[in-house]
């Protein structure tokens, strides 16, 4: 399965209207866990397809008919703006030449060389070669957006934005600090527990990070459950407890999340890996 494919069969669009049979949903996926470009687009159009499921549906009366033709105006033209999105994005960006074989970004892939796969040929290679425990440890930042607090934060509250602010910029040492304390004040907030978690994870501290995340997780049901176990077996990955990262994916999976796929596919690929 190639890029030039999946655009012309609108493949990303059916995948997530689950119009795939079985055998090119596992195609996709093996593509787009390699495919930073394919990745890229299917979180794009993921994003705007739950953007529109979470949009109130408009209500009209029936006795009323004359003045409806706006309202389907208005759907039909939301309709084609974001397809037109869609489409001006596809042709603003060029083809690779090449397949990335990284599946995630991280600070030490500018000193790594990117192995490149061109054509059928390196789809081939690609199969017959498992990504090392290296590479499918690398994590990349959670992404964060503030909330909205109508009354006066609590301490740790207050340390968590403090802490937060530093992440948004980047800076993930320096807020780890501020967000280690937010945990100690708040123990059983897994928002907390998952972003000091991540943070950790980031500077190269797998062992700190495993503790928090399992902090996280033991929290239970959380928005951040999912997340929690997809990270925690980063960490564990990091530090080649391959057994255990592989239950932390098993969770991930049997959660029925937005992670899900990549779940299996990192399982697939430690599978591959163990048998050579």
């Known amino acids: 399965m190639t890029c030039d494919l999946i655009a012309a069969e609108a493949t990303i669009e059916r995948y997530l209207r689950d119009e795939l049979n079985e055998e090119d949903r596992e195609a996709f996926e093996r593509h787009y866990f390699e495919c930073q470009r394919c990745f890229d687009e299917l979180q794009t159009l993921e994003a705007v397809t739950r953007e529109l499921r979470q949009r109130p549906a408009v209500h009209v009366a029936a006795r009323k008919p004359l003045r409806t033709w706006p309202i389907a105006a208005a759907g ?14 596809r042709q603003s960006s060029p083809l690779p030449a090449s397949s990335r074989v990284a599946t995630r970004s991280s600070p030490s892939d500018a000193a790594a060389p990117t192995q490149t ?10 199969e017959s070669r498992p990504l090392s425990l290296e590479q499918l440890a ?3 930042p959670a992404p964060y957006e503030p909330g909205t607090f109508r009354s006066v934060p609590d301490a740790a509250t207050a340390r968590f934005q403090q802490g937060m602010e530093r992440y948004r910029q980047g800076d993930y ?9 937010a945990a100690g004040l708040d123990p059983a907030a897994a928002h907390i527990q998952f ?3 991540v943070s950790q994870l980031i500077t190269g501290d797998a062992d700190s990070a495993i503790d928090s995340l399992r902090a996280a997780v033991a929290v239970g049901d959380s928005p951040y459950l999912e997340e929690s176990h997809l990270y925690l077996a980063k960490a564990l990955l990091q530090r080649q407890d391959v057994a255990a990262a592989q239950r932390q994916l098993q969770e991930v999976v ?3 999340g937005p992670r899900r796929a990549e779940a299996n596919q990192l399982l697939d690929h430690i599978a591959r890996l163990k048998s050579q």
């Open 254 to 256: 049997a959660l029925q």
């Open 173 to 181: 040492r320096s807020a780890i600090p501020d967000l280690e304390q």
């Open 117 to 126: 796969l061109p054509g059928r040929e390196g789809a081939e290679r690609s």
């Open 195 to 197: 972003f000091l978690g």
């Open 138 to 140: 690398r994590a990349e």
């Open 76 to 89: 039909i033209a939301a309709a084609l703006l974001v397809a037109a999105t869609a489409m001006i994005w």
